[in-house]
């Protein structure tokens, strides 16, 4: 059974539903929370690359692919109706 997740929350990865209305509430909970650090699909790639060691052709790629997927997001945002 599927479990019943109150409008407009975020199911975090430490089990608090997270208001994402607005959407700041969100942000300042993941950008804290160890446990969303540590489960991000996203962040257990992203945390792991040491970028004072990249040169700039590498963070340049990596700051477009990562341009790219947020813009695919946005996309997917706009036809979910929330933007
Ligand atoms: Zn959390």
Redesign the pocket.
């Known amino acids: 059974m599927m479990e019943l997740i109150p409008k407009n929350k975020f199911k975090?990865?430490?089990?608090?539903n997270?208001d994402y209305d607005p959407e700041e509430t969100l942000s300042s909970?993941?950008e804290t929370?160890p446990?969303?650090r540590r489960e991000s699909p996203l962040g257990n790639v992203f945390y792991k690359i040491n970028m004072k060691e990249l040169e700039i052709g590498h963070l340049l790629a990596l700051r477009s692919e990562h341009l790219k997927h947020a813009l695919a997001i946005m996309e997917e945002l706009k036809t979910s109706s929330f933007t």
């Open positions: 975090c990865f430490c089990g608090k997270i909970h993941i929370c446990e969303y």
